[in-house]
């Protein structure tokens, strides 16, 4: 975060360098010649320019440090989480990207199905997470999902599944 602003200083403050270079003509010029007649147009100018430069290198950056932040702090499409959502969302990351999309978690895996789309609740993660999925499950077994493909059983266990199961039915679908 601060190495962020000190970055964002640095660019305004090079910014004004130039920028008071410019006005006056060059270095040589700046130091030997005060400027003519419309020295008080310049100045409001230089001002308004000084606001521009701070609104880019200042504003925005912090606004979307603050959009950030909120991101990686566990808000996701206005949902809030909670501690254990958030450490699902981290878990998730590790365990689940990537096989699965899950937008919530930045998650784009393609080899099983996008958890956005079948939305699965708390129970079916828990029980896909403990089982895992067996493309052609003998008939009745714990095993069976969709019948895409193969999910390994026992990824996770007790709390980080409980935590992950927990995240992904809050937000699948709700970004
Ligand atoms: C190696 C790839 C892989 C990993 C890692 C993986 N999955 Fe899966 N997952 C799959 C596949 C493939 C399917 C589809 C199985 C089927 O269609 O029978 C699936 C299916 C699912 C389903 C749907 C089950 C149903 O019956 O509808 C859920 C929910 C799920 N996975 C959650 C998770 C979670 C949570 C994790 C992380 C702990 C995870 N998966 C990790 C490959 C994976």
């Known amino acids: 975060m601060l190495a962020v602003l000190l970055f964002a200083a640095f660019w305004v403050v090079l ?8 006005i006056r003509g060059g270095p040589k010029a700046a130091l030997e010649t005060r400027p003519p007649g419309s020295w008080r147009a310049r100045r409001a100018l230089g001002w308004s320019l000084a606001v521009i430069y701070v609104a880019f290198g ?3 950056p912090a606004l979307f440090l603050v959009g950030n932040h909120n991101n990686a702090n566990g808000q996701v499409g206005g949902i809030k ?6 450490h699902g969302r981290e ?11 899950l937008a ?7 080899v099983g ?8 609740t708390y129970q079916l993660v828990l029980h896909t997470i403990q089982y ?8 009745g077994s714990q095993e069976a999902c ?14 980080d599944a409980q935590n992950v199961a927990k995240f992904v039915s809050k937000v699948a679908g709700k970004e």
């Open 113 to 120: 199905p996008n958890l956005d789309v079948i939305q699965p």
């Open 81 to 86: 989480l909670t501690a254990a959502e958030k």
């Open 58 to 60: 200042i504003a925005i």
């Open 15 to 22: 910014g004004f360098g130039v920028f008071f270079l410019g």
């Open 104 to 110: 919530a978690a930045n998650a784009v895996g393609k």
């Open 146 to 159: 969709l019948g895409y493909g193969t999910m390994p059983a026992d990824v996770i266990q007790g709390t």
């Open 91 to 101: 878990i998730f990351g590790e365990r689940c990207a990537q096989c699965h999309t």
């Open 132 to 139: 895992g999925c067996l493309q052609n499950p003998p008939p």
